[in-house]
């Protein structure tokens, strides 16, 4: 089992920037892939970004790649996102989960295997 926490959430105005952590512990990320979901209120959670430990390959949203970026540090087993330009619409809270399945089906948040607790991230107008 891994566990997951998430870090650097918080509030910022549009157009700033924010960059969010997830760290495991318990097992490192090596067997999994990373995925950044988020959920704003009343909404479904949606999938942002992914990253495949192994191979660094990565998947993105097509609304946020222009803005997002997931990227690894192997030393530290942390997968960071940073997200720049940010909008009021990207208020919602910041979920880090991890598969063991690289695919198509990563943008499902049936597909992730564990999750972490989430972070909230609020970007004022």
């Known amino acids: 089992q891994v566990q997951l926490v998430e870090f650097g959430g918080g509030l910022v105005q549009a157009g700033g920037s924010l960059r969010l952590s997830c760290a495991a512990s318990?097992?490192?990320?090596?067997?999994?892939?990373v995925a950044w979901f988020r959920q704003a209120p009343g909404k479904e959670r949606d999938i942002v970004a992914a990253?495949?430990?192994?191979?660094?390959?990565?998947y993105y949203a097509d609304s946020l790649k222009d803005r997002f970026t997931i990227f690894r540090d192997n030393a530290h087993d942390t997968v960071y996102l940073q997200m720049n330009s940010l909008k009021p619409e990207d208020t919602a809270v910041y979920y880090c989960?991890?598969?063991?399945?690289w695919g198509p089906g990563i943008v499902s948040p049936d597909a992730m295997d564990y999750w972490g607790k989430g972070t909230l991230v609020t970007v004022s107008s």
């Open positions: 989960a991890v598969t063991t399945h």
């Open positions: 990253t495949n430990w192994r191979t660094g390959n990565a």
């Open positions: 318990g097992r490192t990320f090596s067997p999994y892939a």
